[in-house]
């Protein structure tokens, strides 16, 4: 599975269907002894028309104190972004993509890359971490703004809070070795001569249900031996390094929504699993759970 590919999954990005549908995406309650944050799971690229907002997640967004995202896209955060594109993404002078990859490597890359419509001169310049984020952008559907950039306008900049940087996520792609990102490279090929890089359907359908256990198990049948490394840093590592600042929330009494990819709120090392362990109450107020249910057990 390439680097993207695994983007890709942590963001949710939804497969092409065809008619609107009526979601219920899991949303969160965590509470300390005098204050209460909300957690909710976003998708954060849409390729079909989805009827995905509810009353209270429409009231959480107009009464929150701080709406936290991953990343506040702002002027200086695109700025930043193509920054780092131009001068992380680029090969020195003198070197091209091609020399770093086999005979077989190479022609195999050429094919997909035709396959999209695309030259190779397009890429000769591109680290390989560039180069696979081009593809696997190339290979999906057409795609519409998600989650995130649909509510934008809707909150005021002095509202907006993010976990971490633009620098801090780019440097999960430019900041892996070049035998890292070759491997990433040739996965994500893999993956669109395959046709499994857009094979989404079960974790869309599951975030729309609010099915959190489908959710893990669809996100975990994507998951090679060969990927667990990637993963951990994409996902696990990433929720661990949240629970500090969303504790900080909670402490500060600060009635804050929290929108992060929906990847990172299920399973025993989501967010939700790390607070309810460091002591808070964590409960899922989307829909009536079980009596003794935990934050990933049943809902109805």
Known sequence: MGLFRRLVLTALATASLSSPALADPALWRVSD???DIYLFGSVHIFTREM????????????SADHVVFEVVMDVDAYSTLTYITMTEGTLPNGELLGDMLSADQYSTLAEVTSSLGLEMGALERMQPWLAAMTLGQMAMPKTSAGVELLIDSEVEPERKRSLETVEEQMDLFAGGTRAEQIEGLMSTVEGIESGMLVELEPLVDAWESGDTDALKAAMDGFITPRDKAAYA????????????PLEQLLAENDNALVIVGA???????????????????????????TAGSHVDGARR
């Not at 009827?51 to 107009?62: E, G, S, V, Y």
């Open 33 to 35: 002894s005098d204050s």
């Open 51 to 62: 009827n995905w907002r509810t009353p209270q997640f429409d009231a959480l967004l107009k």
């Open 233 to 244: 840093k994409l996902i696990d590592e990433r929720n661990a390094k949240w629970i500090a």
């Open 263 to 289: 990847g990172h709120l299920v399973g025993p090392e989501g967010v939700p699993a790390l607070l309810e362990g460091k002591g808070y109450k964590v409960e899922r107020i989307d829909a009536p759970t």
